[in-house]
């Protein structure tokens, strides 16, 4: 059998928790096959020092991580710079955030290639490797241009948005054209590949062969949608582990005359969150009955804070949420209660589980796995119920969510009420087709459909 190397920006150590969907997918993918991950060290390197583009190998289970040292002023050019100042709020639809500099761009050639550099000398010839992620779509151009024949795909965890937009970021045709390196090419979502289908159509005349087969550039490229999942039993086994139940028993304990309403996410512009808590200012003006009654916990872990936009979404949440609950609380209620913070994973089971309603409502995501956690983590005789948007990835699977329009207001607090109020026969219905859904792609389906697909896709 080949051996499966990992290719990312971020890695984790698959035994420690991690806020992030694709630590978090590929910690519990990798851990069961074993294998190599290669990506960013995150000790800062002065620009400099001798160490940069050293590695670090250690072992963690069967997994080898192998991580490069990059020096500080390139990394964050790449980093910050590039990929969280360009790439991340177009790809999420944000021109009105992007900040292009063609000296970032330039950094993010540079990382790619000393990644590649550093990951060539390490690869066997019949190794299998996957790319993650928007940091490193010219990796695989790279490392053909050192001569790599071995398979490589890649997996983008974010949203590819319509060509228009995408055609916005200065020296997109080299971006976009990188992507033929590749064998394989996997998307979140039918309407990323949608998206893909008419960019290369109509910005890189590529030939359509057929809905999944471009040719240009004197290569062929396959693309397809694989959407992310997740370790169901593992998710399951957690949600009755001692520290999830721990946790639902403190939360039902204090919260015993309340409905809780759970929102976990990083702290990101893209999740909604300030659009949320209006919705809820919405609920709670129009259908009194409510307050007193509900109170949303929501956690957001710190993220990015190095990047301008994500210290301003920071001031304006605790604006938000600071006056929702000077206008509404009361001396024994808050209808509030927010952290900025990571909470240990295996906890997180029970926090959901105490949830009578989960806000899953970002304004673009590529799939979500928050919401695939809320429903397995549910009790399926009294299931709680997932208010989802519908510009999240994971809406094309879960339709049996509650779906919203998360820029209306109105909208989505008429939601939330209909949540707070929905028959037991209802809820149980609608969470044993979510859940049969989830089962049924989780992450063993996904990254299995994708490297058989590599594997074929191979010439
Ligand atoms: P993203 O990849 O954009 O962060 P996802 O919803 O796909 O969004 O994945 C987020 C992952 O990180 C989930 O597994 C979730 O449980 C975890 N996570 C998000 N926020 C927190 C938090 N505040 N504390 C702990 N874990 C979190
Ligand atoms: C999303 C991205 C990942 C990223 C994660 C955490 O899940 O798709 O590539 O690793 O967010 O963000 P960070 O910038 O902290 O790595």
């Not at 057929?210 to 086994?237: C, E, K, M, T």
Request: aromatic share 8%.
């Amino acid at each position: 059998m080949s051996r499966l190397v990992l290719v990312s920006n971020r890695l984790a150590d698959p035994r420690k928790p991690a806020a992030g969907g694709l630590a978090v997918a590929l910690g519990d993918a990798l851990a069961a096959s074993g294998g190599l991950w290669f990506g960013a060290d995150h000790e800062v390197i002065e620009d400099g020092d001798p160490r940069a583009g050293e590695l670090r190998v250690q072992r963690a289970g069967r997994v080898t991580l192998v991580t490069v040292k990059v020096a500080r002023g390139d990394y964050e050019r790449y980093y910050r710079g590039y990929a969280n100042g360009v790439l991340w709020p177009v790809f999420h639809y944000r021109l009105d955030l992007a900040q292009f500099d063609a000296g970032h761009m330039d950094a993010y050639r540079r990382v790619n290639r000393l990644f590649a550099q550093k990951l060539q000398p390490l690869l066997q010839p019949d190794d299998v490797i996957w790319v993650h992620d928007y940091h490193l779509i010219p990796l695989a151009a790279e490392l053909r241009a050192l001569g790599c024949q071995q398979r490589i795909g890649f997996f983008l965890h974010i949203p590819l948005p319509p060509p228009l937009i995408l055609a916005a970021i200065p020296a997109h045709e080299w971006l976009m054209q990188a992507l033929f390196a590749y064998d394989l090419v996997g998307l979140q979502s039918e309407a990323d590949l949608n998206h893909l289908r008419s960019y290369l159509s109509s910005e890189a005349r590529a030939e359509v062969f057929s809905s999944h087969r471009f040719g240009a550039f004197n290569r062929v490229l396959r693309a397809g949608a694989f959407p992310i999942g997740l370790d169901v039993d593992a998710f399951a086994a957690l949600t009755q582990g001692a520290a999830a139940r721990k946790t639902l028993a403190t939360m039902r304990e204090q919260y015993a005359h309340r409905r809780l309403l759970v929102g976990v996410d990083r702290l990101d512009y893209s999740k909604g969150l300030p659009q949320r808590l209006r919705a809820i200012r919405t609920l709670l003006e129009r259908h009194p009955e409510t307050r007193y009654s509900a109170t949303l916990i929501q956690i957001a872990a710190p993220s990015r804070e190095e990047v301008d936009a994500y210290g301003d979404i920071r001031r304006e949440l605790e604006g938000l949420a600071g006056a929702i609950n000077g206008d509404f609380g009361d001396l024994d209620w808050m209808p509030i209660r927010y952290l900025h913070r990571t909470v240990a994973r295996n906890r997180i089971p029970g926090l959901y589980r105490a949830s009578a309603v989960a806000l899953v409502t970002p304004l673009r995501d590529g799939m979500n796995l928050v919401a695939k956690e809320y429903v397995v983590a549910q009790d399926s005789a009294d299931p709680g119920v997932l208010v989802l948007s519908r510009f999240a990835g994971a809406a094309e699977q879960l339709t049996d969510a509650l779906l919203v329009n998360p820029y209306d207001t109105e909208g989505t607090a008429e939601a939330i009420r209909r949540a707070l109020v929905m028959p037991l026969e209802e809820r149980r219905q609608r969470h044993e087709r979510l859940l049969a859904k989830i089962r049924r792609y989780d992450v063993h389906w996904w990254s299995k459909t994708f490297l058989d697909s590599l594997l074929e896709a191979h010439p």
